[in-house]
């Protein structure tokens, strides 16, 4: 035993006793002398391998070795496990044509390079290419049986280092990731041509891995992209339950939400799972989406399109990606009804000169085994029943210029080759030292710097992520005019264009699902016109949606707003609610019926006091007239035609000074109509108190004082009116808070205090003349004024308290009616009830118009209604 295993031990012992209860730290110290026991012995142990050896497909020796790993075959068959005898080695069976393609392009390109003589040039490139038979468990065993070799010698050690430089391959990212993360410890670089799962950009967990394809972030970008651009706002999804497709169909469902497109459904299988694909099937059928996404792998693409085929499922536009959109394994007549129109991603398409012709003979004479060539058997193909399948296709070459993917084995190659180039330090005159021991990791950092073009005229570099840049071209599945089938470029895709010009599509070129020259619809709900704003059915999609026609007075000028927007406060939406339009401006005017019937009546009311007053005048003698002072007469007739006249200037378009004249002059007006009746009023009180025995009351309210009433009482308006259009005047008013749809031109009082006040006073003369009058109406005579003078303040007062609410509620134009109206009733209560019964005596009665009648009495004494 060591020294250290002593020192080991002694140290348990005294923790023993000092940490007899801490059983946890015995079990630690205990374990921690285990593994170094074991380390120890593992030193000093041989490399020997356990069970049968896994040789490779296809093998070549070379100063340096690049390994492949490709699915050559597509069905695995495992051996019974009896656990009686050793297990008989795993069976592969139905040739994979497209990775056997690129296991011929990977041999081609490395017999290229080797005969280079700029590239290598004293360097010969080795290969080990297994075949994985689509299987996680063979995928595996691959990658360890390409990490350790196949024999090792008496002396030999488990030394931790590969026997290879680089590994090509896998084709699909479930296998790549186990690939990767086996390989990732050893810093050993894995370069897949089809691998584009965007989990494999994740350098802290593949920090060795790299990718001639693209990424499938760009590719799930660009089918969101394409539906954008066509137009579909409403796809059924499909993803292979993989890392592949749960992946791609993730950044797919995100950028979709992002550009609005709605995704009715999204459903996964797996390619051995028939009860999934059945509900996935189903699931379609009874969808409303024309335009399916199938981010789906080639295997499982095959089982859907059986499916749709075999349940005639048709006139879905399919959207599809690179690892079936260009197989043409499907693309026959029967699979056709259903996929005919598919639209699609894939891989520029670059024929490699030379290849075409190495793929029909050379590469049988030279790398294939068991093919009777002199020098091609391979020490490892120990039995040549593993070839006969691919024998039967020595003699077939149709597809060799189709395989899309064989570009990026061969970029593959030649990033692994310029990586060895550099770090070889070789040059054409020289040509590399070769005693210089390359490790993986160097290779790992030499393929991050690289930077060439390969004859097709690619450029060739990775990215941070190991990846290259994202070109795609879009193609479309159609049949010629004689039956025959093609995959036809209809655009591409260059993600390192900015956005909305990294996608070019020839749209007149495309053929639809269904053989359709006009492309489908794909929507939840129609689009919504002008005039509307989309609503949100509840629990469904947003491109689920009703179309609400816009409120009054808000508009939509495109289809599927969002949201109606609000009119300018002086517009308003049209019928169509596409538009804001000026709003209809409100006023009285003189042409419509209303405003020409108050016209009418003002006018009329003109007429008949002047009527009156030629009556008056033409009778001034006769006593009536006389009576209770005819020159108040005519100056309360004078000023109900004033009255009359005022009305009309509420009517019309209201300016600055139609606004100040208009209550102003109504204002004063009345005051001089109210000031004359009170003046009468008061003149039918001063007579009869004048009858009364030493009475000298008439001396002091004669013609004289009855004129200085009425001028100080009209004084005092004009002076609140003065102050009100000082202080505050009237101005025209647009009015948009009580009619929505429309202005209602008007005057605003400005200063309301100055209106009341105008008002007020007026009220308090008219009701001041009403309680003269009242207590004067019982005085004995037969033609007693103050009565009428009453009966004219009854009414006046009666419009008047009317016209208060009517006025407040009445909306636009009716305000200025109302206040017309009130003006012309009131004006039309004092001319009817004071001059009426006077008119019908001089007109009528003359035989009345004399002063013992109108005195009513006998007696020469009486001076009832003395005339002045």
């Known amino acids: 035993m060591s020294i250290k295993v002593q020192i080991l031990y002694q140290v348990i012992c005294i923790c023993q006793v000092y940490l007899s209860s801490n059983f946890g730290m015995i079990l630690f110290l205990y374990t921690l002398l285990l593994f170094h026991h074991l380390h120890i012995k593992v030193a000093n142990t041989l490399c020997r391998i356990m069970g049968n050896p896994n040789y490779p497909l296809f093998f070549k020796d070379g100063d340096v070795t690049i390994g492949g790993i490709f699915a050559i075959h597509r069905k695995e068959t495992l051996p019974s496990f009896e656990f009686t005898q050793k297990p008989q080695p795993l069976s592969c069976s139905s040739v994979n044509l497209r990775d056997f393609r690129l296991a011929q392009t990977m041999i081609f390109a490395i017999e290229e390079i080797n005969r280079s003589e700029s590239l290598l040039p004293n360097i010969s490139i080795g290969y080990m290419i297994y075949d994985t038979c689509g299987s996680r468990l063979s995928t595996m065993a691959a990658t360890m049986g390409l990490m350790n070799g196949q024999e090792f010698g008496p002396g030999d050690r488990c030394n931790g280092q590969t026997p290879l430089h680089a590994i090509i391959g896998e084709s699909e990212t479930s296998a790549t990731v186990i690939l990767s993360r086996t390989t990732g410890p050893f810093k050993i670089p894995v370069i897949s041509h089809s691998a584009s799962c965007e989990c494999l950009s994740n350098r802290k967990y593949y920090p060795s891995f790299f990718r001639t394809i693209s990424s499938d972030y760009h590719m799930s970008r660009a089918l969101a992209s394409i539906v954008k651009h066509l137009g579909w706002s409403w796809v059924g999804a499909v993803n292979s339950d993989n890392d592949y497709g749960n992946n791609g169909m993730a950044i797919f469902l995100k950028t979709a939400q992002e ?28 969808g409303t989406a024309k335009v399916i996404v199938a981010f789906v792998s080639f295997v499982e693409m095959g089982l859907l399109i059986d499916q749709l085929s075999i349940q005639n499922i048709t006139g879905l536009q399919m959207i599809g990606v690179e690892p079936w959109i260009t197989a043409k394994t499907y693309f026959t007549p029967n699979s056709f009804h259903a996929m005919g129109g598919s639209l699609g991603f894939a891989v520029k398409k670059n024929n490699i000169e030379g290849f075409a012709e190495y793929a029909i003979k050379p590469f049988w004479d030279t790398a294939f085994p068991c093919s009777g060539s002199k020098g091609n058997y391979s020490q490892y193909a120990v039995s040549c029943s593993r070839y006969e399948e691919l024998l039967a296709l020595k003699n077939y070459n149709e597809d060799v210029t189709e395989h899309r993917y064989s570009s990026n084995v061969y970029k593959a190659v030649y990033a692994v080759a310029h990586s060895l180039h550099s770090l070889l330090k070789c040059t054409e005159k020289e040509g590399c030292e070769k005693g210089l021991t390359i490790q993986t990791e160097q290779v790992v950092e030499a393929l991050k710097k690289i930077h060439f073009a390969i004859k097709t005229g690619d450029h060739v570099w990775f990215d941070s992520t190991g990846s290259v840049v994202a070109l795609y071209e879009v193609v479309n599945w159609q049949q010629d005019s004689d039956g025959s089938f093609q995959f036809k470029s209809v655009g ?103 405003g020409i019937v108050l016209v009418f009546f003002s006018l009329f009311g003109v007429g008949l006091t002047m009527l009156v007053a030629i009556l008056f005048y033409n009778k001034k003698e006769t006593p009536i007239v006389k009576a209770n002072n005819s020159e108040l007469s005519f100056l309360l007739l004078f000023s109900l035609t004033l009255c009359f006249l005022c009305s009309l200037t509420f009517i019309g378009r209201p300016t600055e000074w139609s606004c100040m004249l208009r209550h102003t002059a109504f ?91 105008v008002l007020s006073y007026i009220s308090f003369l008219a009701l001041l003349c009403f309680i003269l009058a009242f207590l004067a109406r019982t005085l004995p005579d037969n033609f007693n004024e103050a009565k009428f003078i009453t009966f004219s303040m009854l009414i006046f007062c009666a419009v008047w308290i009317t016209f208060i609410p009517a006025y407040v509620s009445s909306p636009g134009k009716f305000t200025v009616a109302v206040e017309i109206f009130a003006i012309l009733a009131s004006s039309f209560g004092l001319l009817f009830c004071i001059f009426a019964p006077k008119c019908y005596i001089i007109l009528l009665k003359p035989e009345q118009n004399t002063k013992q009648h109108l005195m009513g009495k006998t007696t020469p004494t009486s001076l009832a209604l003395k005339p002045y």
Do not use: H
């Open 259 to 286: 550009e609005g497109i709605c995704v009715e459904y999204s459903v996964k299988f797996y390619r051995t799972e028939p009860e999934k694909l059945k509900k996935v099937v189903d699931t379609i059928k009874k």
């Open 667 to 757: 204002g004063v007006t009345f005051v001089l109509c109210i000031s004359c009746v009170l003046g009468k009023t008061i003149v039918v009180l001063m007579a009869f108190k004048a009858t009364l025995p030493g009475s000298n009351v008439m001396k002091w309210f004669g013609p004289a004082q009855q004129r200085l009433c009425v001028l100080a009482l009209t004084l005092a308006q004009v002076l609140i009116c003065v102050i009100w259009l000082t202080i505050s005047p009237p101005f025209p008013y647009k009015n948009m808070k009580y009619y929505k749809e429309k202005i209602i031109l008007e005057c605003s009082l400005g200063s309301t205090v100055g209106f009341w006040a």
């Open 492 to 594: 591409y895709y260059d993600a390192s264009l900015p956005t909305y010009q990294n996608l070019d599509l020839n749209i007149e070129t495309i053929i639809w699902a269904g053989g359709q020259l006009e492309k489908p619809r794909s929507v939840c709900s129609e689009s919504c016109p002008p005039g509307t704003r989309k609503a949100a059915q509840k629990g469904r999609p947003v491109c689920c949606f009703d179309c609400v026609p816009c409120a009054e007075g808000e508009i939509s000028n495109k289809a599927d707003s969002i949201n109606c927007k609000q009119c300018p406060e002086e517009y308003w939406s049209n019928a169509e609610k596409n538009n804001c339009v000026l709003k209809a401006v409100e006023f009285l005017s003189f042409t419509e019926v209303m």
